[in-house]
């Protein structure tokens, strides 16, 4: 019985949780009052980077706060579904090109530029 504990423990790591379910963990860790960043679960490992980056409902709500890169990717990864945009505080140098981005985002529900 031993060896097979051991063999258990080998083999289920924390890239053997289903996608489902760590989409579901990401999106609690996302909600908790806290404010825990829930980026940094994409640093993990490359199989929560695989699972969060391609889950569009992780990315609905964005924080850009003047990072357009981030803005960008975000946008991509949210795919079709609707979304809330945070840009500030954003430098007043980058607010055109942020808007023209968002001009592109026909789900776009909510944007603060606070």
Request: hydrophobic share 45%; aromatic share 6%; glycine share 4%.
């Amino acid at each position: 019985m031993k060896k097979a504990d051991q063999s258990l423990k080998k083999t289920l790591g924390i890239d053997s949780l289903a996608p489902e379910l760590l989409i579901r963990v990401f999106t609690l860790i996302q909600e908790d009052p806290i404010g825990l960043p829930w980026l940094r679960i994409l640093r993990v490992c490359k199989y929560w980077y695989t699972v969060a980056s391609s889950a569009p409902e992780l990315w609905t709500s964005l924080n850009a706060s003047g990072n357009l890169s981030f803005l960008r990717i975000g946008l991509t990864r949210s795919k079709s579904l609707k979304i809330d945009v945070n840009l500030g505080p954003c430098p007043l140098h980058l607010l055109p090109t942020a808007l023209d981005l968002l001009e592109q985002c026909p789900s776009l529900v909510e944007l603060d530029l606070k």
